[in-house]
């Protein structure tokens, strides 16, 4: 089984903007209630698009460089990389189905 993985300031560019396939970024912290209800939506979905679409957590608390770098304001936001650069973005809890065509656009 898939699982997000945990990326940081110091591993962000070798996790996301260097991987081969498409990357969902998901901007949480610990205190955040919708973070909280989106994760296992998450963690679904990286069951779902395994070998896919690469899965990974950023912890905005302890790594507010590249949160910052992005531009993220509210979270969850969930950033979908795509050859290193952004190709979309989901402010706020959203359903699974809704999430899924979001990574669907990603691959295609």
């Given amino acids: 089984m898939a699982h997000p993985s945990d990326t940081s300031d ?28 989106v994760a296992p939506v998450v963690e679904e979905l990286s069951n779902e698009y395994d070998g896919k679409v690469k899965f990974v957590k950023l912890n905005t608390d302890d ?35 809704e999430l899924a065509k979001h990574l669907d656009a990603a691959l295609a």
Avoid: H, Y
Avoid at 10 to 37: H, I, K, N, Y
């Fill in 63 to 97: 790594n507010p460089k590249i949160a910052s770098q992005f531009g993220i304001r509210s979270i969850p936001t969930l950033l979908v990389f795509k050859g290193g650069e952004v190709a979309d973005q989901v402010v706020g809890f959203r359903p699974k189905s």
């Fill in 10 to 37: 110091a591993t962000f560019e070798s996790d996301v903007l260097q991987s081969d396939v498409p990357v969902l970024v998901d901007f949480w912290a610990p205190w955040c209630g919708p973070c909280r209800m």
